[in-house]
């Protein structure tokens, strides 16, 4: 975690963040005293947000109106990540789930998936941590998910670029810790939030006790980067899931795998 500048220095930036583990992250760490700059696609959502933080904390709040599927949005971010007040932490947590087989999907609907969950991710990380390390200062936490050690939800594409993220921040992690820059995967299990509505999931076919609340998603997760973990598994269910979808044989991961979100029915083969 970035220690070098007082608490009244410190700046965020967060994307996908007027909703779910985004909007908690800034409520949580403009509690903590930090500035922020907050990225989401609606406009109106942002501001009401921003206005909101500063209100109840005294924080400067900036925000940037993209969408991170497009080039244009991207390259909107990532002017603001290296130039203007230094960033010190990103929040990489914009993100989707198609709530359709691959087999009935669309390109268009798998390639912004991919813009989204892989390519920004991809991007703005690069262009964060470049200037971090020559300050030898920062940190970037890339939202992932639980999801990506397996094949939990067959047919979906959602948990490849997952894994995708997991691994590309434990690789990015292990490159730039020496040059004072940590990079770490946040792996959450599935979160009460606004994500799965989005997407169209029903969530109620999931049992009520592998719930997590945000709050405690994030709490979690700013604790493991204080630690300088280079991958963070928030609540001791999902890291006791996460060790069995590592460590038990194939067949028996394939076995137990419920989220049926990706499967194409009998009646549609």
């Not at 792996?187 to 997590?212: N, V």
Request: proline share 4%; charged share 25%.
């Amino acid at each position: 975690m970035p220690s070098d500048q007082s608490t009244t220095e410190r700046r965020a930036l967060i994307t996908g963040a007027t909703a779910g583990i985004g909007a908690e992250f800034a409520r949580q760490l403009a509690a903590e005293g930090w500035h922020l700059v907050l990225v989401a696609r609606d406009a109106a959502r942002l501001g009401a947000s921003a206005a909101e933080l500063t209100s109840q904390h005294g924080r400067e709040v900036e925000t940037i109106s993209a969408d991170l599927s497009t080039d244009d949005g991207c390259a909107e971010v990532e002017r603001r990540l290296t130039t203007g007040s230094p960033v010190e932490l990103l929040v990489n947590n914009a993100g989707i789930s198609l709530n359709t087989p691959f087999l009935r999907s669309s390109p268009e609907d798998e390639a912004r998936l991919l813009r989204l969950n892989v390519h920004a991710v991809m991007r703005l990380t690069l262009a964060a941590v470049q200037p971090m390390t020559e300050r030898r200062s920062g940190a970037v936490i890339n939202v992932s998910s639980v999801s990506g050690f397996g094949p939990v939800m067959p047919g979906s594409t959602y948990p490849a670029s997952k894994a995708w993220v997991t691994s590309f921040s434990e690789s990015v992690g292990l490159s730039v810790r020496a040059l004072g820059v940590q990079v770490m995967a946040l792996c959450p299990g599935y979160t009460r939030t606004e994500f799965h509505d989005r997407a169209g999931i029903d969530r109620s076919k999931t049992p009520a006790w592998m719930w997590l609340r945000a709050e405690d998603v994030v709490a979690e997760s700013l604790r493991d980067l204080r630690k300088g973990k280079l991958i963070s598994v928030p609540v001791w269910k999902y890291k006791l899931l996460v060790a069995a979808m590592r460590h038990a044989p194939r067949r028996l991961v394939e076995a137990f795998s419920q989220d049926t979100r990706g499967q194409v029915g009998r009646a549609e083969q």
